[in-house]
């Protein structure tokens, strides 16, 4: 029996390791109560003509977002608040730990959090963490009105509050909404035919952050 218990206690104590590492980044998202920040959106979208856009972005805690800019600005909802979405309702999901990966020459563990809502728009979210300085370096969101959306995050000044410095998303063209206030140029570009949809992509560089103020 003892060598038994010798062999099992380590399974035991790997199966607590993604609930207790999801955990510590829940509390380290409590530490931003707000923050105001500048944002630099450059988006590149297939079939759609659109100049990069400065924007002040406001967040409260736990998951409200105010952004004020001059142009249009195009953000994947599904990306940009869903980390502060999933971070404030830790009950919500189930946590599993799917591996380690290499994300920049960085080793990642891997989190899959499965909603308890099966009838819900989010269908699944995985995050690579950098555990040792307990940093989301990429997600990847499932959900049903926006397709997959793929995100990387950098991190410069602030990650120690873990705000990004930089933040670069992957999504689906197919399934993306696009702002009402583009879509008659959208109507008059050529529409893509093949079943192989191209990828949008939409960078943004933050500066001048204020936390807590």
Same mark, same amino acid.
């Given at each position: 029996?003892?060598?038994?218990?010798?062999?099992?206690?380590?399974?035991?104590?790997?199966?607590?390791?993604?609930?207790?590492?999801?955990?510590?980044?829940?509390?380290?998202?409590?530490?931003?109560?707000?923050?105001?920040?500048?944002?630099?959106?450059?988006?590149?979208?297939?079939?759609?003509?659109?100049?990069?856009?400065?924007?002040?972005?406001?967040?409260?805690?736990?998951?409200?977002?105010?952004?004020?800019?001059?142009?249009?600005?195009?953000?994947?909802?599904?990306?940009?608040?869903?980390?502060?979405?999933?971070?404030?309702?830790?009950?919500?999901?189930?946590?599993?730990?799917?591996? %380690?990966?290499?994300?920049?020459?960085?080793?990642?563990?891997?989190?899959?959090?499965?909603?308890?809502?099966?009838?819900?728009?989010?269908?699944?979210?995985?995050?690579?963490?950098?555990?040792?300085?307990?940093?989301?370096?990429?997600?990847?969101?499932?959900?049903?009105?926006?397709?997959?959306?793929?995100?990387?995050?950098?991190?410069?000044?602030?990650?120690?509050?873990?705000?990004?410095?930089?933040?670069?998303?992957?999504?689906?063209?197919?399934?993306?909404?696009?702002?009402?206030?583009?879509?008659?140029?959208?109507?008059?570009?050529?529409?893509?035919?093949?079943?192989? %949809?191209?990828?949008?992509?939409?960078?943004?560089?933050?500066?001048?952050?204020?936390?807590?103020?």
């Amino acid at each position: 029996m003892k060598y038994l218990l010798l062999i099992l206690l380590p399974f035991l104590a790997g199966a607590q390791q993604p609930e207790a590492l999801f955990g510590q980044l829940v509390q380290k998202f409590k530490k931003v109560n707000h923050y105001e920040v500048v944002a630099q959106i450059k988006p590149n979208i297939p079939m759609i003509r659109i100049l990069p856009v400065k924007a002040k972005i406001q967040f409260q805690y736990p998951n409200t977002y105010k952004i004020q800019s001059a142009g249009i600005s195009i953000l994947p909802k599904n990306g940009f608040s869903e980390l502060p979405q999933l971070f404030s309702k830790p009950n919500q999901f189930t946590v599993i730990g799917s591996g %380690q990966e290499s994300v920049n020459g960085v080793n990642t563990t891997v989190l899959t959090l499965l909603p308890l809502d099966n009838e819900g728009d989010l269908v699944l979210a995985k995050i690579w963490v950098d555990t040792a300085n307990l940093l989301v370096l990429k997600s990847l969101i499932t959900s049903r009105t926006n397709g997959s959306i793929t995100s990387s995050f950098q991190y410069d000044t602030e990650k120690s509050w873990g705000l990004p410095s930089q933040m670069t998303f992957l999504m689906d063209v197919k399934k993306f909404k696009i702002p009402k206030g583009l879509a008659t140029d959208i109507n008059r570009t050529t529409k893509v035919t093949d079943d192989k %949809q191209p990828k949008g992509k939409i960078e943004i560089v933050f500066s001048k952050y204020k936390v807590n103020e």
